[in-house]
């Protein structure tokens, strides 16, 4: 299994970005995808996920719940995270991922720059 990731780059703050993430292969079992990010001198940390369960649930992260929003892209196995209200603090390398029945893929970074 391999990810693309495409989107990101470079806005000021209030801004929006849009993320996307397609897998290659074939997964045997897809239980989520999701976002993750990591910012210089921080551990990496999960953004959103999207379940791919029939209930289609999602989980955010507290600092950017009502400003993101992860979709699954119909009938494909990709997704799209969508950025509104960025702020400084969300400038980081995002990396898809992939849980596939228990193993992990991961997507290689796409940077996120939010000017103040």
């Known amino acids: 299994v391999q990810l693309q990731a495409s989107g990101g780059g470079f806005v000021q703050a209030g801004g929006a970005l849009r993320l996307a993430c397609e897998a290659s292969?074939?997964?045997?079992?897809?239980?989520?995808m999701g976002w993750h990010r990591q910012a210089p001198g921080k551990q990496r940390e999960v953004v959103a996920l999207f379940w791919f369960s029939s209930a289609r649930a999602t989980n955010y992260t507290d600092s950017v719940k009502g400003r993101f929003a992860i979709s699954r892209d119909n009938g494909k196995d990709a997704i799209s995270l969508q950025m509104n209200s960025l702020r400084p603090d969300d400038t980081a390398v995002y990396y898809c991922?992939?849980?596939?029945?228990?193993?992990?893929?991961w997507g290689q970074g796409t940077q996120v720059t939010v000017s103040s």
């Open positions: 991922s992939l849980n596939d029945f228990g193993r992990h893929y």
């Open positions: 292969g074939r997964p045997m079992r897809i239980i989520n």
